[in-house]
């Protein structure tokens, strides 16, 4: 999988004619992105509909960015994987390129899906313990359950309480295809 950094990426993002897809939620897009970007989740990621917009830009490549890189990562190796290799992912996602100053569209402030999870895996957890506790041993099985899915998305770098999470109402905005 190709790769490019932050300060590369630049160079090539304002001499222009750049595609950028960003795989983040749509919530996550609205509260910070760079300019131009197009908003494809990556769980609603279709990359043949991607290949096929294309048009005229067909031999350059489609650089791909995420929050962190993670995702944009996924995102690259189903391109790879449908064939496609004109594919870059951006190093160190929309956070490198923030913290490098270049520049972004900032929208409203929201609490990051990561943090989400965090939460309400340790809320799970928590009254699992207090439920096991006091009301019946069997509620046990509500903690061991979170901390075996917890190992389990850490050893398939995928998160389903994530996904879960993605699409509750609150992590929902209207579309953000295409910023100018």
């Known amino acids: 999988m190709q790769?490019?950094?932050?300060?590369?990426?630049?160079?090539?993002?304002?001499?222009?004619?750049?595609?950028l897809i960003d795989v983040r939620t749509p919530v996550e897009f609205q509260e910070v992105h760079i300019k131009g970007a197009q908003n494809i989740p990556l769980d609603?990621?279709?990359i043949q509909s991607v290949i096929n917009a294309r048009g005229s830009k067909s031999g350059n490549p489609i650089y791909v960015i995420c929050r962190s890189g993670m995702?944009?990562?996924?995102?690259?190796?189903?391109?790879?994987?449908?064939?496609?290799?004109e594919v870059v992912?951006?190093?160190?996602?929309?956070?490198?390129?923030?913290?490098?100053?270049?520049?972004?569209?900032?929208?409203?402030?929201?609490?990051?899906?990561?943090?989400?999870?965090?939460?309400?895996?340790?809320f799970l957890v928590f009254a699992g313990a207090v439920l096991g506790q006091?009301?019946?041993?069997?509620?046990?099985?509500?903690s061991a359950f979170v901390?075996?899915?917890?190992?389990?998305?850490?050893?398939?770098?995928?998160?389903a309480?994530?996904?879960?999470?993605?699409?509750m109402p609150w992590n929902q905005v209207a579309s953000c295809k295409v910023t100018s």
């Open 3 to 19: 790769t490019i950094s932050p300060q590369a990426f630049s160079e090539k993002y304002q001499a222009g004619g750049v595609e």
């Open 44 to 46: 609603s990621l279709d």
């Open 71 to 85: 995702r944009g990562g996924k995102a690259c190796e189903k391109f790879l994987a449908s064939g496609f290799d």
């Open 89 to 122: 992912n951006v190093e160190g996602g929309v956070m490198a390129w923030d913290a490098a100053q270049f520049p972004v569209v900032r929208g409203k402030k929201v609490m990051s899906l990561e943090r989400q999870v965090r939460i309400a895996a340790g």
């Open 134 to 142: 006091f009301v019946h041993q069997a509620f046990f099985g509500i």
């Open 147 to 159: 901390g075996a899915g917890l190992m389990f998305a850490g050893i398939t770098d995928s998160c």
């Open 161 to 167: 309480m994530g996904m879960v999470i993605a699409k």
